[in-house]
């Protein structure tokens, strides 16, 4: 089994097998997608993680996941579990891949993923909410471009944003 993000884990680990966790895609390391990495990996010490470089930074760093902002500032504690992917790769996922893309704009770290007829967005874009471009590593520019091209790949798929629910554009 393989996640999208991993905030609390305390919601889901009820529906997540025994020893069977293989990774998490990250769509990008803002605080509120990546705060329960440590605790998954405690259970699943197995896992392994897959970002760009700038989330590999961000995991890395309680200023740039805005962790340092929380009440609880958040670092990555398994380091060498990070693997650092390059944009349109397809990452194996065991009984099929994920086709990554990256859409920055809310963040540099922004990744997007296409899994069969899924398309994994993050908060590169949400249907009927306009994207946060206001934060650390932000860029509105990049941000409208992530839009348009994940508008195009969503075609005929089910949209799955970090916020909110499913949609089909």
């Known amino acids: 089994?393989?996640?999208?993000?991993c905030g609390d884990i305390d919601n889901i680990i009820s529906f997540l097998p025994s020893k069977k966790v293989k990774g998490v895609l990250l769509t990008?390391?803002?605080?509120?997608?990546?705060?329960?990495?440590?605790?998954?990996?405690?259970?699943?010490?197995?896992?392994?993680?897959?970002?760009?470089?700038?989330g590999r930074e961000g995991l890395?760093?309680?200023?740039?996941?805005?962790?340092?902002?929380?009440?609880?500032?958040?670092?990555?504690?398994?380091?060498?579990?990070?693997?650092?992917?390059?944009?349109?790769?397809e990452v194996n996922i065991g009984f099929t891949s994920a086709k990554a893309f990256f859409?920055?704009?809310?963040?540099?770290?922004?990744i997007s993923y296409i899994v069969n007829d899924y398309l994994f967005?993050?908060?590169?874009?949400?249907?009927?909410?306009?994207?946060?471009?206001?934060?650390?590593?932000?860029?509105?520019s990049e941000a409208a471009s992530s839009a348009k091209l994940i508008e195009s790949m969503a075609l005929n798929k089910v949209l799955c944003s970090g916020h909110g629910e499913m949609t089909k554009i």
Do not use: Q, R
Request: aromatic share 14%; glycine share 6%; with cysteine.
């Open 28 to 54: 990008h390391t803002h605080f509120d997608h990546i705060y329960g990495l440590n605790d998954l990996f405690a259970i699943y010490p197995d896992c392994c993680v897959f970002t760009n470089i700038y």
């Open 60 to 89: 890395l760093s309680a200023k740039k996941n805005l962790s340092l902002f929380h009440e609880k500032p958040f670092i990555f504690n398994k380091k060498e579990k990070i693997f650092v992917i390059e944009d349109g790769i």
């Open 1 to 5: 089994m393989w996640l999208v993000d």
């Open 103 to 110: 859409t920055p704009g809310h963040s540099e770290s922004c």
């Open 121 to 140: 967005s993050g908060d590169s874009y949400i249907s009927g909410i306009k994207v946060v471009t206001n934060l650390l590593g932000s860029n509105k």
